[in-house]
């Protein structure tokens, strides 16, 4: 990506020199001696068996700008402590731990969590998150929290670099950074952010015309991406989705909480390639809860939600999607690319029915650490403990 074009509410930091990759990294281990950074690794038990987590810990031993990684694992059978941990890896790749130059913490968070009344959550990533979070408040010096997805085949150090520098560079002034990235190998994917959420975006202006959180979360270009960067004072006060709205709900909150021109977006080059999902199961469900987390914060900002708003924007957003199929096959055949529009029409249809049937009112996010209460604070301080003593951080 060549451009240096600047649309939206957030600044974009694009990648025009890529020469220029070794020379951030030695700016950048001078930077984090005053301010420090931990990486945030939130896994599933299966996803540690795959090569992109071997590739990831194998690329992480060159990032010596990182002070400290989290391991915050659910879905994980094991023995207590960072051998445990080693044990669900394949034989090949436990060894690579030990390579890490960074201090090593792992999370198990399969127990269940004390929430405040209302509260719920299910192991999984946003969880996985929280716990990692509430951590690293607690017991680290780190001033930037970073979120990695473990299931990235592409993974680069590079490109973490450019993230980390975005908002650790004290001349910056970033407070949030979000990684974007080309979504295409052989054939385009990313297909909830161009096949969904981004229609479902434009179908909100169709129908209810511009609204500044909706042009806030059009500036992103990958929206739904997982690689982000943000201060440790914005994760004191930010909420976590524990399901697929985790980024959706993210975003929003980071609308309320932080002005646009303290968030940018990092170009993350092309050719990315992580875990693809069934388009007719996750990707479905996926769907619904990105739509039930977006129409609680539209809610939240004073939008009348009820069901003639989510008939008219499934109807709008049928059209919209239809005109992203055909935009998308436009850009697969530019390049060159395989692309199957019959089945990502299909696709849409399956996306319009979860839609119509999306519940009006998502489930609450888990409380940002700021907000919780001090007996609700002990008791989450008991589960970290507990949690962390399951899979202890010694390098056993």
Known sequence: MSDFAQTGLISTLQQLNEGHGAALENELRQICRATPIALILPCHGPDL????????????????????????VNGLRGAPG????????????????????????????????????????????????????GMLLRKSRAQIFVLQDCDVASFRRSTLARLCYACAHPQLQYRFAKMYYSRA????????????FAPLLHALVRIN???????????????????????????????????????????CDLFRLIDPRRICQVDGGSGYDHKHQPGSGALARMTTEIAGTLLDHLQEEGILV????????????????RLAVQQSANLALINGLAYDAESETALVDIFKQQLEQSPLQGSAPLPCWASVRRPEFDAAEDWLDQAARRMSPERD
């Not at 068996?49 to 590739?55: L, N």
């Not at 436990?94 to 130059?101: D, S």
């Not at 009820?306 to 999607?321: I, P, Q």
Request: net charge neutral; hydrophobic share 45%.
């Open 209 to 251: 015309g511009h609204h500044p959180l909706v042009d806030f979360l059009l500036s992103f270009r990958y929206p739904l991406a997982g690689e982000c960067a943000f201060h440790r004072e914005v994760a004191e006060r930010l909420p976590l989705s524990s399901g697929w709205g985790l980024e959706t709900g993210m975003l």
């Open 306 to 321: 009820n069901t003639g708003l989510r008939d008219a924007l499934a109807v709008a957003y049928h059209r919209e999607a």
């Open 49 to 72: 068996q795959r090569p992109a987590f071997a590739h990831i810990l194998r690329e992480l031993r060159g990032a010596d700008f990182l002070e400290e990684i989290v391991f915050s």
């Open 185 to 196: 190998t052989d054939r385009l994917y990313g297909r909830v952010s161009r096949l969904f």
């Open 82 to 133: 960072l051998t445990g941990f080693a044990s669900a890896l394949p034989p090949d790749v436990a060894p690579l731990l030990n390579a890490l130059p960074q201090r090593l913490q792992v999370l198990w968070n399969d127990c269940p969590a004390p929430l405040p009344a209302g509260k719920e959550a299910s192991p999984g990533k946003g969880l996985n998150v929280w716990a990692a979070v």
